[in-house]
C-alpha cells in the first residue's frame, strides 16, 4: 500500500504528539504511580515538578495536534513547529537524565524495589530513553515527508 507523503506526514506527526500526551501520563500516572505521585518519600515539591511534566507533555502534545488540525502540511514552518512540540518532552526527558544526581531506572528504590533495567549486549536498556527516541525519530520521519510535499499538494 502506498501512501501519499502528506498524509504519511500527518500521520506520524499526530502519532507523535499522541504519544507525547499519552505515554508519559500512562507510565507515570499510572503503571509506575507507586514510584511517582504515589510515592511517599517524594516531598509535595517533587511531587509538583512530576505533575508540572504532566502538564507539559499535555500543553505540547495538545499545542502540536492543534497545528496539524490547522495548518496544511505544505506549511513548513508549522510542520517544524509541530516537530518540536511534539519532541520536546522527549528531548527533555533525555536531558534530564544527564543531570546529576537523576536516573533514568528505579535501582535502589524504596518503593518499587531493586527493579533492574534490561541489558542488551552489555548495555543498559531504559525503556523510558527508548520511547523517547521511538518518538522523536516518528516525529522526525513525520517532518521529512512534510517537506517532500510539494506546495501544490493539498491536504
Same mark, same amino acid.
Given at each position: 500500500?502506498?501512501? !501519499? ?30 514510584? !511517582? ?7 509535595? !515539591?517533587?511531587?509538583? !515538578? ?106
Amino acid at each position: 500500500i502506498k501512501m !501519499h507523503p502528506r498524509k504519511l506526514s500527518k500521520r506520524l506527526l499526530v502519532v507523535a504528539a499522541l504519544s507525547t500526551i499519552i505515554i508519559p501520563l500512562g507510565v507515570d500516572a499510572i503503571l509506575l504511580s507507586k514510584g !511517582h505521585m504515589g510515592n511517599p518519600a517524594w516531598l509535595p !515539591h517533587a511531587k509538583l !515538578h512530576c505533575a508540572m511534566s504532566f502538564f507539559a507533555a499535555i500543553s505540547l502534545g495538545g499545542s502540536a495536534l492543534a497545528i496539524l488540525k490547522v495548518r496544511p502540511i505544505t506549511d513548513r514552518f508549522s510542520m517544524g513547529l509541530a516537530t518540536f512540540l511534539s519532541s520536546a518532552f522527549w528531548i527533555g526527558l533525555i536531558a534530564s537524565g544527564l543531570w546529576p544526581g537523576t536516573s533514568y531506572g528505579f535501582l535502589k528504590d524504596p518503593v518499587l524495589g531493586n527493579t533492574p533495567e534490561p541489558k542488551l549486549l552489555g548495555i543498559t536498556i531504559y525503556m523510558n530513553v527508548v520511547l523517547s527516541l521511538i518518538t522523536i525519530a516518528i516525529a522526525g520521519a513525520g517532518y521529512w515527508f512534510a517537506i517532500q510535499v510539494k506546495s501544490v499538494d493539498y491536504d
